[in-house]
């Protein structure tokens, strides 16, 4: 595995790596953020869809601890916003906020995958 990939995809590898100790843990935890992205976008989506800000809340609290420890930067604070906008139940920051939200985890997504395979 290439770590280039993540740091020229402004992933903050060494952050991660400082918070969780070494490379090995840094990619064990990372493989298993991407093995779960697909079903937690999914339940992101469905949350959202129907208004339940209660456990959209949830999840984009999981999304924002994950992105944080791994170094995604960017969505880890997107994901914060939208954590505390649900919290409040501004379903309008919400629904005007989303897409940025999705386009971001979707490029993360994009550069772990690339990672895991090169």
Known sequence: MDINVLKNNDINVSSGIEILGDIDTYNDILKEFADNF???????????????????????????????????????????????????????????????????ANRVYKVINEYLNS
């Open 38 to 104: 697909p079903e937690r976008l999914s339940k992101i989506e469905e949350y959202k869809s129907t208004s339940d800000m209660e456990n959209y809340a949830i999840e984009v609290h999981a999304m924002k601890g994950d992105s944080k420890y791994l170094g995604f930067t960017k969505l880890a604070d997107l994901a914060l916003n939208h954590q505390l906008k649900s919290q409040d139940g501004d379903i309008d920051y919400i629904n005007n906020n989303y897409s940025e939200l999705i386009t971001e």
